[in-house]
């Protein structure tokens, strides 16, 4: 079994120049040093940089990149629909539904719900079609998303083992339903590390109306090194919240704070020698004020043109919000972050921001499809034109479907549905998979998986292999085990892969 180590870094001792509140010349020059430089130079700048010591171990410490065989993606755009897209009113057509519309479901197994509250058969809220040369069924519900058929390959086979929204995610997103593993992100992370070193490798961007439930744990390394939990942005002009000073600070006070800082955590570190949370602040130092610099640039969508920023809806008060997200999930991945987390979806209450349509199916999916149909389908495109979506693979998933019947009970017809573990649809475009597709199928009414079941670890395995990870490889040893992202299941869905 192979796995991943991530050696200790030992700080050097704390250097006498620095002690005595000089400032070195690590150069051995006046000269304003080149931008190349060897890695001799980069070494010993580092000693006396912003977060030396962090760099440091970078260089010498840091793992490579796993390749266990060639990829075809190199990075991901993960979108996360919170609270449970309903397979059959968008990627799973069902016809037998209008047939049965009004009567009790038939099976004599009582289906495990969330308010186990059986009603009525209901058919598809919105019409299907075949779109695209693919032939693909895509429903109104996402009119932009359909005319992108032939890059999608839909899994309308997926099974998970809950009901309940947070075990669901948990599974959905770190392959168990317990908390505390890592999320895929920072499994990628781990795996593949940074292409770039000014802005982190994976970067989460939620629903400006709010965190989803649970909050920083859907993006959390778990016990994996804390350099690799996700790095979540905020809305409007300051996406990272006090990156830049309150108030001004004199160029010499900054850099002697940092030097004083600098000192601290080498004395630290000698004293004590390396910890991962104390090694990723250093890091997450480094790389912040390398970010002072990289953000704004990357932030500053009016480098975009108008025809640019209308077609990801930017114009559009239902749209501006997730388009403004996508366009920025495509100038990150633009300067080399690895994985983007895109969440569509924000808490559970009343009213609900997210996808949970249990008391009226046309108003919250209509409402939450609005939001992202148009940004997501401008991605895609965008991508596509760029010559990017052949090695960059995107992802749309939902914790679990929708059930075939209403959310009622007594023999009644309502209009909402319950959750939906049994049978649900994914799909994914673009970095090597099989576009115009759909894989696996439910049964007449879209209840159950009948054909080709997919379970979360598959799909994990599927992601991994695209990024050319092995998923019984990639491993972390934690507690005793060599843990890794699909537990001890999966195998690689290879009618997906083109």
Known sequence: MEFRSHPKTVAAPLPQDLVAGKSPDPFGTTK??????????????????????????????????????????????????????????????????????????????????????????????????????????????????????????????MVGTSANHTPATFEELTGFQLNGFPVMGSWVSYGLGSET???????????????????????????????????????????????????????????????????????????????????????????????QLAIPEVADLNHETTATRESYGLNKNETKDFGRNCLMTRRLLEKGVRFVQLISGGSFGSPRINWDGHEDMRRNHNREAVRIDQPVAALIKDLKRRGMLEDTLILFTSEFGRTPFTQTGDNKLGTGRDHNMYGFSLWMAGGGVKGGTAYGSTDEIGWKTTDKRVHWYDFHATVLHLLGMDHERLTFYHNGIQRRLTNVHGHVIRELLA
């Open 32 to 157: 304003t040093p080149s931008t190349s430089v060897s890695r001799r130079e980069m070494l010993g700048w580092s000693t006396w940089g912003l977060t030396g010591a962090a760099l440091t171990s970078l260089v010498q410490g840091a793992p490579q990149p796993v390749s266990h065989f060639p990829a075809t993606a190199k990075r991901v755009v993960h979108v996360v629909l919170m609270g449970g897209l309903s397979h059959i009113d968008s990627f799973d057509y069902k016809p037998e539904l209008a047939k049965f519309h009004g009567k009790p479901l038939q099976y004599k197994e009582r289906p495990a719900t969330f308010f186990n509250r059986i009603g009525l058969i209901r058919k598809n809220d919105w019409a299907f079609r075949q779109r695209g040369q693919s032939g693909l069924w895509v429903s109104d519900l996402f009119p932009h998303l359909a005319t992108c058929a032939d890059e999608l390959a839909v899994v309308r086979s």
């Open 197 to 291: 070193d000014n802005l982190p490798t994976y970067v989460v961007l939620p629903d400006a109306r709010g965190y989803p439930a649970g909050g920083t744990i859907n993006w959390s390394n778990g016990f994996l090194p804390s350099a690799h939990q996700g790095v979540a942005f905020g809305n409007g002009d300051a996406i990272i919240p006090d990156l830049q000073p309150a108030q001004p600070i004199a160029a010499d006070t900054e850099a002697a704070s940092r030097q004083l800082l600098e000192a601290l955590n080498q004395s630290d570190q000698a004293t004590f020698g390396a910890e991962d949370a104390l090694v990723a602040r250093m890091k997450s130092h480094e790389l912040a004020a390398r970010m």
